[in-house]
């Protein structure tokens, strides 16, 4: 038997064995190196602090209704309009409908789905689509914290454990709330509440179950989903969303069968950018004193206020009286509800108003313009516009003033007369203003000239006070900024023809110190801000300040309301409230106003063209405004008097009536009654002489 041949040994496990071994230390390789990377480059990243994602959140502006409840007015907001809304407040229909169509098993894992994770791994590396899916609702919330969002493996893993470290420090009812508040709903609106008020104009703690759906269907595809773009689109995700609620329990088969059958009513809430979006000139008032407060308040500059005001979730509180800001609204916003020119012209009638409490410098309405508003933050005529006050600024550059000095009294007699009879000490030039109508009444009091609007009347007392007072009483004491050094000028003072002119606001500002027994209280819009916490930002008291004595005031109310019952200010009578207040009319009546005040509110009116023209009316515009305003307003008030006071003896420093008498003569009359006077005092001298040459009789002693 030959000897077998000894098996040759087979080389291919050996290579196997070595093909294995360097997979094996290549995969043990490659777990060290995604461990280091894990360990050096994502996870110290994974941590995240709410704290650091202050999200802009919409600000909100709040009034007082009659029934002192705080109702919304509108609300302010930058690119992101969002109004936070806690967790109790969310319905758990919204919740439940949330969780059901976009992560079912999220009350289960640790914020990781790792059977969608791994599914969605899959797809990408398998069936080569570019995108992960798969993302859970913390995941999600991760990104829009991050806004992160691109499509790549480094950040997928750091998504994942941010995530899971996430879900330690956070339960799940904060990330509902946090995710409900985030997340993009379309129109406009980042969270559940702007989403329901823009829908179905609404708060989202009064939402039904279908509603719910339907705005829950809505964040896969903002723009394909939004109700107002397809409602079809919309009815089909809502059935989606209601049927995984029905199939994983969350809801009842009627609730289900009701919810699929109800018709939904979609409506544009005031949040909704297609909504009107212009702001009325009240709210734009409001905006600009919280900016400008808070940039004050801050040492911020007003850009850097603007973007807190509008972004910051603020609780503004203003001071509109909505009832009586809707009768401004009536007539300001109807243009035949204004008075008519009588000349034709077709250039439209302008008007600014601003209606003040004098009690408390409140605001309570205000108009910036007539017509239907347009624009946001235009021209505002009541607020920004300067115009020439004319006479209306007499009583606080000129007669208010001179009383709380002591100068004058309502009853001090003064001279009616041309500049050939009145030679002025402060003014070099043979300048003196005219009357108009071109009319002189001769001697008369200081409340007639008030009365009457005599402008020779308010140089002389300006004369007696000097501009340089009159302007430092109105900047220091009655909060009048507009007007500039130049003005200390008997034209711009005594005659209401400053350089640039004064605010409607500022007027009625001014106004009320007269109102409120002397106590000046500086003109606001709002009373408080908050921030989104509920801490005061801005605590806006009043400001006030003692302009006049309170005896001033009532004197200076006495000879207001005799203006307005009998003078230039007659169209302004109310039928059921006293009035107090002065006209004013600029040059060629390019300008006409009526500043006036009742025991309750004082108001201030401008009306004139944008770009000046002669204005011709029937009357004064100004005024026939005011009062179909103001006794719309006071139609249901109690009757009040005002507080009054005569003012006291006249002062007499324009000189006795005899004084004044001589100083009215013309110059041929002073001749001629200097010749009278000297004929008249020879006559007596003659008789004197005569009576003395007559023989005289001495009685004889008695015997």
Not at 505 to 529: H, I, P, S
Not at 667 to 672: F, L
Request: net charge negative; charged share 25%.
């Amino acid at each position: 038997m030959e000897n077998a041949k000894p098996r040759k040994r087979s080389n291919v496990w050996p290579v196997i064995g070595t093909i294995l071994l360097i997979g094996i230390l290549t995969a043990l390789l490659f777990l060290c190196i995604f461990a280091f990377y894990i360990k050096t480059c994502i996870i110290p990243t994974t941590k995240l602090d709410l704290s650091d994602y202050a999200l802009n959140q919409t600000s909100t502006i709040y009034y007082e209704d009659s029934e002192g409840n705080w109702k919304e007015l509108t609300t302010l907001h930058g690119q992101e309009n969002r109004i936070w809304v806690d967790y109790d407040k969310i319905p758990k229909y919204m919740e439940k409908a949330l969780v059901s169509i976009e992560d079912k098993r999220f009350y289960r894992h640790n914020g990781v789905d790792w059977y969608r994770t791994a599914g969605a791994f899959v797809n990408m590396f398998v069936g080569m689509k570019n995108t992960f899916g798969g993302s859970t609702i913390t995941q999600q919330l991760i990104k829009n914290l991050t806004q992160q969002d691109d499509i790549t493996v480094q950040r997928k893993l750091l998504e994942i454990f941010q995530a899971i470290e996430f879900e330690k420090d956070h339960d799940k009812k904060e990330i509902i709330e946090w995710y409900l508040n985030t997340v993009y709903f379309g129109e406009g609106c980042y969270g559940v509440q702007t989403a329901a008020q823009t829908y179905f104009g609404k708060d989202v703690s009064e939402l039904s179950l279908a509603e719910c759906a339907a705005i829950v269907g809505i964040t896969n595809l903002p723009t394909y989903y939004d109700p107002f773009y397809s409602v079809e689109n919309n009815k089909a995700r809502q059935e989606d969303v209601l049927a995984c609620m029905y199939d994983q329990g969350y809801i009842s088969k009627k609730e289900y069968e009701e919810a699929v059958a109800e018709e939904l009513d979609f409506v544009r809430g005031e949040n909704s950018p297609s909504a009107s979006s212009v702001r009325s000139y009240y709210t734009e008032t409001v905006i600009s004193d919280v900016i400008k407060d808070l940039a004050a308040e801050k040492g911020i500059s007003e850009i850097a206020a603007q973007t807190l005001v509008y972004n910051a979730g603020y609780e503004i509180y203003c001071c509109l009286d909505k009832d009586i800001q809707d009768k401004v609204d009536k007539v300001y916003e109807d243009l035949d509800a204004l008075p008519k020119a009588t000349n034709g012209t077709s250039s439209q009638l302008q008007s600014g108003i601003v209606i003040m409490d004098q009690y408390t410098g409140e605001i309570v309405a205000l108009s910036g313009g007539t017509g239907k508003k347009t624009i946001n933050f235009g021209l505002n005529r009541a607020t920004k516009t300067t115009r020439p006050p004319g006479s209306s600024i007499k009583p606080i550059a000129v007669y208010g003033p001179a009383v709380e000095y002591g100068l004058i009294s309502p009853s001090t007699l003064v001279l009616d007369a041309d500049g050939s009879h009145i030679k002025l000490q402060g003014v070099k030039t043979d300048w003196f203003p005219k009357n108009s109508p071109n009319q002189y009444d001769g001697i008369m009091t200081i409340k007639e000239a008030l009365r009457d609007s005599k402008n020779t009347v308010s140089v002389q007392i300006m004369d007696k006070l000097t501009p340089s007072a009159s302007l430092d009483f109105l900047r220091n004491r009655l909060g009048v900024t507009s007007l500039i050094d130049g003005d200390a000028d008997y034209a711009a003072l005594a005659l209401g023809q400053p350089h640039y002119g004064i605010t409607v606001r500022e007027m009625a500002q001014a106004y009320c110190a007269l109102a409120n027994d002397g106590t000046f209280t500086k003109a606001r819009t709002y009373t408080m801000v908050k921030d989104r916490s509920g801490n005061v930002v801005l605590d806006n008291q009043p400001q006030t300040q003692q302009a006049f004595s309170a005896e001033t005031a009532r004197t200076m109310t006495y000879m207001l309301n005799y203006a307005a019952t009998y003078g230039t200010g007659y169209e302004s009578r109310l039928s059921n409230m006293p009035v107090a207040g002065k006209t004013g009319t600029t040059s060629a009546n390019k300008d006409r106003w009526f500043c006036g005040y009742t025991p309750y509110y004082t108001c201030a009116v401008w009306t004139g063209y944008d770009t000046p023209e002669k204005m011709r009316f029937s009357g004064n515009p100004a005024t026939q405004i005011w009062q179909d305003i103001m006794e719309d307003i006071h139609k249901d008030l109690k009757y009040k008097e005002f507080k009054m006071s005569t003012g006291g003896a006249a002062t007499g420093i324009f000189g006795s009536r005899s004084e004044l008498e001589e100083q009215k003569l013309t110059e041929a009359e002073r001749q001629k009654k200097a010749e009278e006077e000297a004929k008249k005092k020879a006559e007596e001298e003659a008789k004197k002489n005569q009576d003395t040459d007559a023989p005289t009789f001495t009685a004889s002693p008695a015997a």
